[in-house]
C-alpha cells in the first residue's frame, strides 16, 4: 500500500485532500506542522511514500516543518507535493521570493496553462483552477537551472512548478476544490510518481468532492 504524510498547515480543507488521496487507493497520515520537530518529522517521513505539503495561512517562514522535509526530500529523491503554502515554501527552499500576489485571490477561478507533463499529464490545457492566495513566487527569483514553471496564468502569475532532477513538485491553486478541473488527475498523477500504479487512471474517472470533509 502507497504511504502518503500529509503535513497540515492549520488549513481548513486539508481534510478534502486526504480524501482525495484515500480514494485513489493509497493511505493518508496527517501530522500538523507543529507536532515535530524538523529532525523528528524527517524520520517519520522517510517511512512513506510520499509527502503532501497542504494549504494554510501565513507565510513560508510560518510552515513549521515544511522546509525541513522539502530539503530532506530533494537529497532522498522522496515525493513532494506542495498545495498553495506548501508549494510557497518550495520555492523559497530554493531561493525564490514569496511576496503579494497582484491580486488577492480568494476562492476565485482563473484559467491557466500547463506544460501537459508531469502532474498536469492528461489534464486539458487552458484549465480552470480555484485560487485562495495572496502571496505567490516571484517568477524572477526562480532558479531555472533548478526548476521548471510548468503553470501560469494569462497574466504571468506562477501556478505550478517542478524540481527538475528531484520529484518535488507545487501548484499555487487548489487541486481539491470543487471548481478546479482535473483536481483528481493532477493527484493521481503524483500518486503515480510515488509508485500507486493505476492511480491516474483511477483519477480520470472521478468527479470532484462538493464540500470539504471534516477531520475525524
Known sequence: MTRILVVD??????????????????????IRNDDLSGEAAVELADGYDGILLSPGPGVPAESGVCP???RW???AGRPLFG???????????FGATVTHSPVLMH???????????????????????TRYHSLAI???????ETFAVTARTADDVVMAIEHRSAPLYGVQFHPESVLTESGYLMLGNWLEVCG???????????????SAISAP
Open 196 to 210: 500507486l500504479s493505476g492511480a491516474a487512471a483511477r483519477a480520470a474517472a472521478m468527479s470532484p468532492l462538493a
Open 83 to 93: 498545495v498553495c503554502l506548501g508549494h510557497q515554501a518550495l520555492g523559497e527552499v
Open 68 to 70: 525541513d522535509l522539502i
Open 107 to 129: 476562492g476565485k477561478t482563473s484559467v491557466i496553462t500547463h506544460d501537459g507533463a508531469g502532474i498536469f499529464a492528461g489534464c486539458p490545457s487552458p484549465l480552470t483552477v
Open 9 to 30: 498547515n492549520y488549513d481548513s480543507f486539508v481534510y478534502t485532500l486526504v480524501a482525495y488521496v484515500r480514494e485513489l487507493g493509497a493511505t493518508a497520515d496527517v
Open 138 to 144: 516571484v517568477d524572477e527569483t526562480i532558479d531555472l
Open 73 to 75: 526530500a530533494a537529497e
